[in-house]
């Protein structure tokens, strides 16, 4: 099942792709269900299982003509989690590849780490689909780019065994890390100031449910710029896979419903080219995650 938030009325809207491949606005073909007349997708997600099977009901029905009332004949995309209670997280240097590159590019060696390497993303660093990756000339001029599988968590908790992550897994999305290298330097290495940017995380375009993909760690991954493919990789290749991840993560901190765990990126990143080659305004960029979709962006000077 696809989940979407589209823009109605210029208000956010719960949506979901009928088998025709039109969109059904949720909170209308739903309102008898109070799981999903509010029309906000956090909220559907915490509602759970129950919520999940009233929704595949009316799905159900308006595949058969039913909602007629309910389909959603403009579309503008939304990011699928338009407002996030909390920053997004995110696993660096999860791919053998990547972290090759990064060496060679700084003359450095660093190995795998023994636990997973985990920073935040801002929800104020937010883009929708076909929305604009911002440049800030002068704070930065190493904007680059970095595609990754991102796990939609459905059922909260802590301490999660790494044999029930998956329970703990409401679906997968396309989350682009952009990364001003210049400043991840300039402050430190550490990652956060560089990857928290306003206009720095792309995010969707929508939420595919955790049982409509076949094998989340045997996916097609790629990234584009301008149509020149840069990245192109499999999440076969990462180093922790995603029980590992929530396991790590949890450890000690509370995952809510709703909460996105972004699962690092393969080679082919902008830094690591020879010479360097960075993002820049008039740019197009394609996120391609096989099963998940395509989120593309542009790129502008803020």
């Not at 009928?18 to 269900?33: F, M, V």
């Not at 990064?102 to 636990?115: D, F, M, S, W, Y």
């Not at 929508?206 to 020149?228: C, F, M, Q, R, Y």
């Not at 493919?229 to 995603?242: K, L, S």
Request: aromatic share 6%; net charge negative.
């Amino acid at each position: 099942m696809r989940l979407a938030t589209l823009s109605i009325n210029g208000k956010p809207s719960a949506a979901v792709q009928l088998a025709n491949g039109a969109w059904l606005d949720i909170a209308t073909a739903g309102q008898n269900h109070n799981a999903l007349a509010s029309g906000c997708l956090q909220t559907l997600i915490g509602h759970g299982p129950a919520a999940m099977e009233a929704l595949a009901a009316i799905v159900a029905d308006a595949d058969k003509g039913q909602h007629a009332g309910a389909i959603v004949s403009d579309v503008t995309l939304m990011a699928p989690l338009p407002t996030p209670r909390k920053n997004f997280f995110c696993v660096g240097r999860n791919y053998a590849e990547h972290i090759a590159e990064g060496n060679r590019a700084q003359n450095i060696k660093l190995g795998v780490t023994e636990h997973p390497v985990f920073f935040t993303k801002p929800p104020t660093s937010i883009v929708p689909p076909n929305g604009d990756i911002l440049i800030f000339p002068t704070v930065s001029e190493a904007i680059d780019y970095e595609v990754e599988l991102a796990v939609v968590i459905g059922k909260g908790g802590r301490n999660i065994a790494k044999e029930e992550a998956f329970d703990h897994v409401f679906g997968y999305t396309i989350l682009n890390d952009i990364s001003a290298r210049d400043i991840q330097r300039r402050h430190g290495g550490q990652y956060f100031k560089g990857k928290g940017l306003d206009g720095s995380c792309p995010l969707g375009p929508w939420i595919v449910t955790a049982d409509a993909i076949s094998d989340p760690h045997k996916l097609a991954i790629g990234l584009t710029v301008n149509g020149e493919q840069r990245q192109n990789g499999t999440t076969a290749d990462m180093i922790f896979d995603i029980p590992t991840l929530i396991a790590s993560l949890s450890e000690g901190l509370t995952l809510e419903p709703g909460d996105i765990i972004a699962t690092g990126t393969p080679s082919g990143v902008g830094y690591a080219m020879d010479p360097p080659r960075f993002l820049k305004a008039g740019d197009t960029v394609v996120c391609d995650i096989a099963e998940v979709g395509q989120l593309t962006n542009t790129v502008r000077n803020a």
